[in-house]
């Protein structure tokens, strides 16, 4: 279900469950998103924890919503970030927007860059014979991919918003929209009421070796989040 409230809940409940689940059985050390470790790291006997926020998107949006996020995910993400032996940042501006954002001291974070086979993708990429006119696709069009969870907090919903008034600043656009999540009926129905039907092309469960040649057929990747 939709809505805030079910989203935090959920959260709380697999927190709990891997909590549960992980104290059963035995590892080294536990590398998890910020805020589902937080019952774990309740626990008096447990493994080291590194956690990883990824984004801090929840505390940057607008005034109520801002002021709902901070009073729902807050304390347990703080503490989860306090409590860790570590905190895995993928660049330095997170880094130090993970210190303003905490209160947590620099030193704690360290630099875990995402990784990716280049090797692979790119013999995916000699391979396949993929063409944009397969997928319906012409050469002169502006071709824009967003991949990811369909999700209210990826914010797919904005670049649709967004995509007549692209049509109208470059002319012929196109996205393909890769993903599944809890938000695709809404996102048909806001594709169909605008009239875009024409315009967006989405996909979901696919591939790898296909997912490097829609980004290869791209123009612009586009994470709206």
């Given at each position: 279900?939709?809505?805030?409230?079910?989203?935090?809940?959920?959260?709380?409940?697999?927190?709990?469950?891997?909590?549960?689940?992980?104290?059963?059985?035995?590892?080294?050390?536990?590398?998890?998103?910020?805020?589902?470790?937080?019952?774990?790291?309740?626990?008096?006997?447990?493994k080291p924890v590194v956690v990883q926020p990824f984004g801090s998107e929840s505390f940057k949006t607008r005034s109520l919503?801002?002021?709902?996020?901070?009073?729902?995910?807050?304390?347990?993400?703080?503490?989860?970030?306090?409590?860790?032996?570590?905190?895995?940042?993928?660049?330095?501006?997170?880094?130090?927007?993970?210190?303003?954002?905490?209160?947590?001291?620099?030193?704690?974070?360290?630099?875990?860059?995402?990784?990716?086979?280049?090797?692979?993708?790119?013999?995916?990429?000699?391979?396949?014979?993929?063409?944009?006119?397969?997928?319906?696709?012409?050469?002169?069009?502006?071709?824009?991919?967003n991949v990811n969870r369909l999700e209210e907090n990826k914010g797919v919903r904005y670049l649709i918003e967004a995509l007549?008034?692209?049509?109208?600043?470059?002319?012929?656009?196109?996205?393909?929209?890769?993903?599944?999540?809890?938000?695709?009926?809404?996102?048909?129905?806001?594709?169909?009421?605008?009239?875009?039907?024409?315009?967006?092309?989405?996909?979901?469960?696919?591939?790898?070796?296909?997912?490097?040649?829609?980004?290869?057929?791209?123009?612009?990747?586009?994470?709206?989040?």
């Amino acid at each position: 279900p939709g809505g805030l409230f079910p989203f935090w809940y959920s959260y709380h409940v697999f927190s709990k469950r891997a909590a549960d689940y992980l104290t059963s059985i035995d590892f080294d050390l536990l590398h998890s998103f910020g805020f589902p470790a937080f019952f774990y790291l309740l626990r008096a006997r447990r493994k080291p924890v590194v956690v990883q926020p990824f984004g801090s998107e929840s505390f940057k949006t607008r005034s109520l919503e801002k002021m709902a996020n901070y009073v729902m995910w807050y304390p347990q993400s703080r503490y989860s970030m306090h409590r860790a032996e570590a905190i895995a940042s993928e660049g330095e501006a997170q880094s130090k927007e993970i210190a303003q954002i905490y209160g947590v001291n620099k030193d704690k974070i360290f630099l875990l860059p995402d990784g990716v086979d280049i090797g692979e993708i790119r013999g995916c990429l000699e391979s396949s014979k993929l063409r944009r006119e397969d997928l319906g696709l012409r050469e002169d069009e502006l071709v824009l991919i967003n991949v990811n969870r369909l999700e209210e907090n990826k914010g797919v919903r904005y670049l649709i918003e967004a995509l007549p008034q692209i049509k109208k600043a470059v002319g012929q656009v196109r996205l393909i929209i890769v993903g599944a999540g809890s938000q695709e009926e809404n996102l048909k129905f806001q594709i169909d009421s605008l009239g875009l039907s024409g315009t967006v092309l989405h996909f979901k469960n696919v591939e790898d070796s296909l997912l490097f040649n829609y980004f290869k057929l791209a123009d612009i990747s586009v994470t709206p989040t």
